[in-house]
């Protein structure tokens, strides 16, 4: 979809915003190059698309979750038939390399798969009751109009994991994607209600955050919200959502660590270290932003961890021989490079990287080299807040003790690894970890879709995506009492 304006889709149509306001899409790799022009939609839209999700909850939620499900299959048909012009599009939004950009919509394809079946199998529970004469049993119903907010890191898999559960729960949509990837959003709306999805059940909307997201959060008819993105944003949007009582599911920021033992594959640790801290720029949730490695092999992981960083060819998203592409735009560019001058001021040992690319073909893109920071200590911001870039810092500890303690100083829970090949320690590190996925000999970005997915502390809210969880938070389950003998 080239469009020279990406257009909302309410009620069945592609519109255009009540507001006459543009944001401009560019192409990270080329500053120069202008994508598209996204909508800043208001309040106005906003309130529209909700009437539009209200008006077809009533005929959509009847439907049986087998009919829900073909409908569904046919979006995932698409999906599979549009990948990659649908993969083109996230890379020359996100700047990921193509290969990245094909592997999030492979991802997009697994998580729909899954959650169309278990949709399927979203039945209740029967309990034997007190009295004589009486059934008691649960059942799961829908929640009404849900509001889903997607980053702009992952805009397909993420819309895909919210929006899947959401539609085979019942549940009308209303989709905002990230403004700097909303034209491969509005891809994934065509593909919904290109489907042939009834009127108003999938709603797309784009625009700023602080004004529509505000208003669809602050909204009594909205009844779910599913928030992926920073920190601060979800925090902000869990305390609007508490006021009308409104369910949140967040996914928010990450600090992961991986914690590298004397008796592991170094070499493998090393290899997982470098993928999952600069795969997609390090512009992951779950990627790897600490190393912390047992004393007596620090020297011998640090020296393959720059060995592997030397394998990393930057470059633009869609040139094939690119293994890194650029960071998602200038705020971003602007907020890592602060980031590592402040690791730089603050003693940290640089050893790699550290600066944006000086080759001539890059320059007017936001391409920031793979960066390694030793001799990293606990206070320092770069071993504390979350970077979103490819930036790794290396950490040395003596004990186990200390490992686990320096891992879970933080105010972050996500995802965290342990490489060893010692099963007591494996298995202590299991139970420790401060975190809602663990790995072990693994790096710290893997998850499939059975699996919850989803954070602790300020990474996340306590009903996680993925697995079970996606239907779970998008259904209300009701208790049931039938006397059968009058």
């Known amino acids: 979809m080239q469009e020279k304006v990406c257009l909302n889709h309410i009620n069945g149509e592609w519109k255009p915003s009540r507001a006459t306001k543009l944001i401009e899409s560019k192409n990270p790799a080329d500053l120069r190059e202008i994508l598209g022009h996204i909508q800043a939609s208001n309040v106005d839209d906003v309130n529209e698309a909700i009437a539009a999700a209200q008006n077809a909850f009533d005929g959509w939620h009847k439907l049986s979750a087998k009919d829900r499900a073909a409908l569904l299959k046919k979006a995932l048909a698409l999906l599979n038939e549009q990948r990659t012009e649908i993969a083109r599009w996230v890379t020359m939004e996100n700047g990921k390399t193509l290969r990245e950009s094909l592997a999030e919509v492979d991802s997009a394809i697994w998580e729909m798969e899954f959650q169309i079946n278990e949709g399927i199998r979203a039945f209740g529970e029967t309990f034997p009751a007190a ?18 907010i997607t980053p702009w890191n992952f805009p397909v ?47 797309f909307i784009t625009g700023s955050g602080r004004e529509i997201g505000q208003a669809l959060v602050s909204n009594r008819a909205i009844k779910a919200v599913s928030f992926t993105g920073s920190t601060e944003v979800g925090m ?67 020296e393959q961890v720059l060995a592997e960083v030397q394998k990393i060819r930057v470059g633009p998203g869609l040139d094939e021989t690119s293994t890194m592409g650029p960071v998602t735009g200038e705020t971003q560019l602007k907020s890592i490079l602060a980031y590592i001058d402040q690791g730089i001021r603050e003693g940290a040992k640089l050893l790699a990287g550290g600066r944006r690319s000086s080759a001539e073909n890059l320059k007017n893109g936001c391409f920031v080299l793979p960066t390694v920071f030793d001799q990293v200590t606990a206070d320092m911001t770069i071993a504390r807040e979350e970077i979103f870039g490819p930036v790794l810092a290396v950490m040395r ?25 010692d099963l007591a320690k494996a298995l202590r590190f299991i139970e420790e970890t401060q975190v809602g996925l663990t790995h072990v000999n693994m790096m710290t970005a893997y998850k499939e879709p059975p699996l919850p997915f ?18 779970e938070f998008f259904s209300i389950k009701k208790a049931v009492y039938v006397n059968y003998l009058q």
């Open 131 to 148: 009295n004589p004469g009486m059934l008691a049993f649960t059942r799961r119903d829908p929640l009404g109009v849900v509001a889903l």
């Open 454 to 471: 989803g954070g602790i502390k300020y990474s996340g809210s306590p009903i996680p995506e993925a697995g079970k969880s996606g239907i």
């Open 397 to 421: 500890v003596k004990s186990f003790e200390d490992a686990i303690r320096l891992a879970n100083n933080t105010q972050y829970g996500l995802a965290s690894s342990i490489y060893t090949m």
């Open 236 to 302: 902000g949007i869990q305390q609007m959502a508490v006021i009308n009582n409104t369910r949140t599911q967040l996914e928010m920021g990450g600090k992961n660590p991986i914690v590298v033992f004397a008796d592991a594959n170094i070499g493998q640790a090393a290899a997982d270290a470098a993928r999952a801290a600069y795969a997609c720029a390090g512009q992951w949730c779950t990627s790897t932003s600490r190393a912390i490695v047992e004393d007596s092999i620090h020297d011998a992981f640090v």
């Open 157 to 203: 898999n993420v819309a895909c994991r919210k929006a899947t559960p959401a539609l085979m729960a019942g549940n009308t949509v209303i989709f905002k994607p990230a403004s700097l990837t909303s034209i491969a959003g509005a891809h994934i709306a065509r593909i919904f209600t290109e489907a042939g999805l009834p009127r108003g059940v999938f709603n």
